[in-house]
Structure formats: structure tokens, C-alpha cells
Nanobody, 124 residues
Framework: VQLQASGGGLVQAGNSLRLSCATS????????MAWFRQAPGKEREFVAT????????LYTDSVKGRFTISRDNRKNMVYLEMNNLKLEDTALYYC??????????????????WGQGTLVTVSS
């Protein structure tokens, strides 16, 4: 499974960005998808995940109400809409995929497939 993340960039605090992740996998609809991020000097952390059929989403507390994860199984795409961005959202954002059970969905170890990352920089 190949993942290609895009959409990162430099944005002022309070503004929005939409990240996209394209997959090559024909059975994309069977995979749980997730976004993680890694800031300089910090460990990779969970941001959001969406179930295979799109019916269930989970978010880390710091992005609840600001970020929205979604997917289009016809296009093999997953998205992360990020609103009201804050300085602390600055990080390299990764999309991940796997046939991941819910209990492992917040950990990087739960996903065998990763994209290359797209950089989001939020300035004041």
C-alpha cells in the first residue's frame, strides 16, 4: 500500500488548511485510516482516525472541534480539514493505513502503512 500525503504549507494562526492522502490500494475501503504528526524533537502523536466505512471518527483532545477527518472510498482518498490552526499544530503530518482494530487505532504501531509526510507550519 502506497500513501501520498499533500496539502501542507505555511499558514497564519487562525487560518485553515486541508491535507489530502492518496492511496494506491484497490482495497482502500477495507482499511482504517489515520493522521499522525511529529513536531521537531517530539515523538509522533496521534491526531485523528476514521473507520473503514467512514462511520466512526476519533480525535486527540487538542484538535477536537477544529480538525475533521473524512474519506472518499470511491477516490481512495482521505482528508484532514484543519481550522483555527494554532502555533502548536506545527508539525510534519503523516497519513497511515491498516486493518487496525479500534484499541490500537491511536498508536503508530497499529498501522503498517505510512505516507512520506507533509509539513504544516503555523506562524503568528
Amino acid at each position: 500500500v502506497q500513501l501520498q500525503a499533500s496539502g501542507g504549507g505555511l499558514v497564519q494562526a487562525g487560518n485553515s488548511l486541508r491535507l489530502s492522502c492518496a492511496t494506491s490500494e484497490g482495497t482502500f475501503s477495507g482499511y482504517r485510516m489515520a493522521w499522525f504528526r511529529q513536531a521537531p524533537g517530539k515523538e509522533r502523536e496521534f491526531v485523528a482516525t476514521i473507520s473503514a466505512n467512514g462511520g466512526t471518527t476519533l480525535y486527540t483532545d487538542s484538535v477536537k472541534g477544529r480538525f475533521t477527518i473524512s474519506r472518499d472510498n470511491r477516490k481512495n482518498m482521505v482528508y484532514l480539514e484543519m481550522n483555527n490552526l494554532k502555533l502548536e499544530d506545527t508539525a510534519l503530518y503523516y497519513c497511515a493505513a491498516g486493518r487496525t482494530i479500534l484499541s490500537a487505532s491511536r498508536t503508530p504501531q497499529g498501522y503498517p502503512y505510512w505516507g512520506q509526510g507533509t509539513l504544516v507550519t503555523v506562524s503568528s
